[in-house]
């Protein structure tokens, strides 16, 4: 409860002045009507206002100026709106034309004081609503009107609406004494077919019952509390009814309980004025006469937030009426004025950065068969969280030791057991649904310190049961491969790929891998490799060169038996077990020479992943354009390993209870040719996340397919992260700078792969520092975001909408989507991308302008012409050409006049400024400052003038301003004066 407000976003309140209403006037009284979104108001002194969904004004009224409204409410059959006052009941067609916002009709008089109202709702009834009515003499009135009781009449002398006094008696009605105090508040409870009314009376301070019973004297169910009770409210969903008054203490009761409350709610320091129900949530919230609102949770009798409303002086004090809009979700107060508070769906209202961990993350993993996220923190803190609801399940401290910090884990195919590893090279394997220790790889002897340091982790499929096999990448570039086996406590190292680098350093592309006969008993993924040493030369490598392998993905499918390698360099490695080769895909210019001047860390590449679409994904990719869980699972080809491969959403749906583990599997390490499984399937496509920002695609030979830089509001961010959904049809990637951008790569990925169909769709940022994981859900589709700030954030993966955090006191609310928030460190809203328009596409673009035709200007006339009875002379036609010149553009030179000064310092600022240009002419216009031209227009006129009489076109000076606009260093003026060369 201390800095965190849970339910309601105080901060973001709304508030909506009435116009039109008198100084001091205060709203008596507000009503929604759910079924048509409106909202009503009634000021104490008559205003009636009708808002729509936009909380816009629709219409208003004054209704009154003699007496003060005490209440009001929506006739649902007859369309009009019902107000009273001390001794009056006024009905108000507002949907009336012309003056409709007169026509109303007052009902009096009354026995009593009319202190509050309230409308019966039946669905039977046709043309015809009941109105109760409590008064000061603790009477509830019932009075039945109809659509013929409010006829329109027209005056005679007026043609206009007028307003009709009609006598109470007139209609029928009826009246019972239920309390010995004032009626505070009367309701109509649909559910369970009986009115409420509530009372200050002690004895008879809630009375319950059907309608019939005011129409004779037997018992009622009466509900006693001290001091009486200012308000009431019902819970459908709980069936309870929540009672509130001066004793400051709030009970719920039982409809059929009359005798004792089943709970009761205390913390208000004053009186209670007003309960309202959210439904949905069930949460009561109250008001007390001090302006404190209290949310309160009904199943659980707790308190979730308190806030306090400051607005106004010590006259403004009292908020008279509340109303909670559950279609907008939206408390809403009436005082001097409406404040409008919106429910916090998602999120709290906390200027507190969002935290999971108390430290920097390092690892965020998802696993889909369980529905959980597991992250580790710098702390070594493992936590497992429930996705739905953002509960934490259980968390491991310091699972590597006192002091050891974890660097990296990967969860198995089946979802059961989770691997984490070390800065000190020590692995351990952990059981999901438990975290039970299972497994682990103790630290060698023989170590150094941050030797073995473990940056990515990857479990591979293994060919023989209860047998564990994990792909290791360590920060020295170093790629080996660990076992264990079911009854062996202990990992063991049983694989490690060579160095490769000598021989790319040496000027080969390809280098040939042969088998050795080391581990040839044993049925691994991948067979333990040496390089074919053929005209290798001892080359001196440079130790500027850092050739360190900085990021791997793998690639197990049938037919497919692969590992790229990304470097600190920038050169991308690929490893073919199936053809038994290590190929240098790509490697930057200058990458080897170790030039000082050039910048290393602009070609490391910090992800790579591989992009690759089983038949199945590739058949379905035509039928939507975004993969769902329930399509893309039902493959069972394992992807990337980055991908979310690992979901069995499909055998749920359909109720198979299927060992994910006991899948048939291929040998992986034989080739397939012409099977049926690859008929449909393209070959994989590898894309790198680099340090300059760019985001870069690749085909297996080699060959760069696309290249672009990501549009943020910050461009070239350094990428740290790549995700793909399990059909590859988008593309998720994180920068240093917390934003998150999502690709399309559907259509990209078939063939031909044109660089324009890989298109950007949404970028936002999510974070105020580096993002170091991204994830896509696909069954929520939600983005899951982790960053060194220790917070892993969820958001809607189309729209960048904020859902929350992991660690957050509020339940998360994954499907349901409210209004657009922001966590309090990111300001920036999402840029979506949008494309280009079909008709701009199509557009001509116009190399020239427009022509003037000189014959057709002839042929017309002006607007001055068009009177004269005689056609126009061919001089008064020309003479009216002038008008069109004057609206021409000036014209743009591309020549150059030739200047040989640049300033004249005798000439003062201004002057000594400009430039003076030469005229290659011996004329008087020889030295033509740039000031002089407009001033020698007339004798520049007429040296360059031709002759009168002449076909030939006249060229004008074009103006000083146009020049100056157009200014160039040096500018040929023959071609503004044609003539000055003859």
């Known amino acids: 409860m201390d800095e965190e407000n849970l339910v309601f976003l105080v901060s973001r309140k709304q508030r909506v002045v009435i116009s039109g209403s008198r100084r001091r006037d205060v709203i008596k009284c507000i009503v929604k009507i759910p079924q048509l979104d409106l909202l009503i108001t009634a000021s104490q002194k008559g205003l009636i206002t009708v808002f729509n969904s936009q909380m816009r004004v629709q219409t208003s009224t004054k209704v009154t100026d003699t007496s003060w409204i005490t209440g009001c409410d929506y006739l649902s059959q007859l369309k009009r709106i019902v107000a009273t006052t001390e001794r009056t009941m006024i009905v108000w067609d507002y949907k009336a034309q012309g003056g409709g916002q007169e026509n109303y009709f007052v009902i009096k008089p009354m026995d009593h004081c009319l202190l509050c109202v309230c409308v019966v709702s039946l669905p039977d009834q046709l043309c015809r ?58 309701r109509y409870i649909t559910a369970l077919s009986c009115f409420g009314s509530c009372s200050l009376d002690s004895v008879h301070s809630l009375v319950l019952e059907s309608l019939k019973r005011l129409e004779d004297n037997l018992p009622v169910r009466e509900f006693s509390m001290p001091r009486g009770a200012n308000t009431f409210c019902y819970c459908t969903k709980a069936n309870v009814i929540v009672t509130g008054g001066d004793d400051k203490v709030l009970r719920l009761w039982h409809p059929n309980i009359s005798t004792k409350p089943v709970g009761k709610l205390v913390g208000h320091m004053f009186s209670i004025m007003e309960i309202v129900m959210n439904e949905k949530d069930q949460h009561v919230i109250s008001l007390s006469s001090s302006k404190v609102f209290r949310v309160w949770d009904i199943q659980t009798l707790s308190l979730l937030q308190v806030f306090h409303d400051s607005h106004g002086g010590p006259g403004d004090m009292q908020i008279y009426s509340m109303v909670y809009d559950s279609n907008h979700g939206m408390l809403i107060t009436g005082s001097s004025v409406m404040d409008m508070y919106p429910l916090t769906r998602m999120v709290q209202d906390t200027k507190q950065v969002p ?110 049961k209860h047998q564990y096999l994990i792909l290791t990448l360590e920060r020295n570039g170093k790629i080996k491969m660990i076992q264990g086996k079911e009854d062996d406590m202990y990992l063991m190292v049983i694989w490690e790929l060579p160095n490769v680098v000598p021989f790319l350093q040496d000027g080969n592309h390809t280098v040939y891998l042969r088998t050795s006969p080391k581990y040839r008993s044993l049925r691994i993924p991948f067979p333990d490799v040496e390089l074919v040493e053929k005209n290798f030369s001892q080359s001196v490598n440079n130790p500027a060169i850092n050739m360190e392998v900085n990021c791997i993905d793998l690639l197990q499918v049938e037919g497919y038996n692969l590992i790229a390698a990304g470097t600190l360099n920038g050169a991308i490695i690929l490893w073919d077990f199936v053809n038994s080769t290590v190929k240098e895909l790509y490697r930057p210019e200058n990458c080897f020479t170790g030039d000082p001047d050039l910048d290393p860390k602009r070609f490391k590449i910090n992800d790579i992943l591989f992009l690759f679409r089983t038949p199945e994904c590739a058949r379905k990719s035509s039928q939507d354009s975004v993969c769902s869980s329930s399509q893309c699972d039902s493959s069972k080809g394992p992807q990337s390993s980055k991908g979310s491969k690992q979901s069995i959403h499909d055998n749920e749906i359909k109720g198979e209870k299927t060992d994910v583990t006991a ?62 959904d399990s059909c590859t049809r988008i593309l998720l990637t994180g920068n240093v700078e917390g934003h998150v951008i999502l690709f399309s790569i559907s259509s990209f990925l078939d063939p031909p792969h044109d660089e324009k169909k890989l298109k950007q769709l949404l970028a936002w940022r999510a974070h105020s520092l580096e993002i170091i994981q991204v994830i896509y859900i696909e069954d929520k589709q939600v983005v ?76 017309m006339s002006s607007m001055s012409l068009l009177f004269k009875r005689t056609p126009p002379k061919a001089f008064e036609v020309d003479h009216d050409f002038k008008f069109f010149k004057s609206l021409s553009s000036p014209k743009i030179r591309r020549c150059a006049l030739e200047g040989f000064m640049t300033e004249n310092r005798e000439a003062g600022i201004v002057f000594g400024s400009l430039p003076i240009y030469r005229v290659p002419s011996p004329t008087s216009l020889r030295f033509l400052p740039f000031i002089g031209l407009e001033a020698q227009k007339e004798s520049a006129d007429g040296i360059v003038g031709k002759k009168k009489g002449s076909h030939v076109q006249h060229e004008k000076m074009p103006r000083k301003r146009s020049l100056k606009r157009n200014l160039v260093p040096q500018i040929n003026l023959t071609s503004f004066f044609p003539s000055i060369s003859k």
């Open 355 to 464: 935290h999971t961990h108390e430290r920097e993350i390092n690892v965020m993993l998802y696993n889909s068969y369980f529905h959980q996220v597991l992250t580790i923190c710098s702390e070594s803190i493992i936590k497992v969280w429930e996705l739905e609801t953002g509960l934490q399940i259980y968390q491991i401290l310091d699972p590597h030791g006192f002091n050891v910090e974890l660097t990296s884990a990967a969860i198995n195919e089946s979802g059961f057991l989770f691997a984490t590893g070390a800065c000190n090279g020590t692995i351990k394997i952990w059981d999901f649904g438990s975290g039970k220790k299972m497994k682990m790889l103790p630290e060698g002897k023989d170590w150094k310190e941050e030797e073995h340091w473990l940056r990515h982790l990857i479990f591979l499929k293994a060919q023989e």
């Open 129 to 186: 609503d009941d109105i109760l009515l409590g008064d000061d003499g603790g009477f509830v009135n019932k009075f039945t009107v109809n659509s013929d009781d409010f006829g329109l009449k027209q005056a005679k002398s007026k043609k206009k609406l007028q307003n009709q006094v009609l006598d109470s008696k007139n209609f029928k009605s009826v009246k019972r004494k239920l309390h010995n105090d004032w009626v505070m508040k009367i």
């Open 663 to 724: 899948e048939k599997q291929q040998p992986v390490d034989e080739k397939h040719p012409g099977g049926t499984n690859l008929i449909d399937a393209q070959p994989p496509i590898i894309v790198t996340a680099h340090e300059d920002g760019h985001l870069r695609l690749w085909t297996m030979e080699g060959k760069l397919l696309k290249n672009m830089l990501p549009f943020t509001k910050h461009s070239a961010i350094s990428l740290t992260s790549l995700y793909t």
């Open 784 to 859: 899951l975001t982790a960053s060194i700030d220790g917070s892993v954030r969820l958001w809607h993966a189309f729209s960048g909408h904020y859902c929350g955090y992991f660690g957050q006191r509020r339940l998360l609310e994954l499907s349901q989507i409210s209004d657009f928030i922001l966590p309090c460190d990111v300001n920036e809203y999402p840029v979506e991308i949008k494309e280009e328009n079909k008709f701009t596409e199509k557009k001509q673009k116009y190399e020239y302008p427009l022509v003037f035709d000189r014959q057709k200007w002839k042929k």
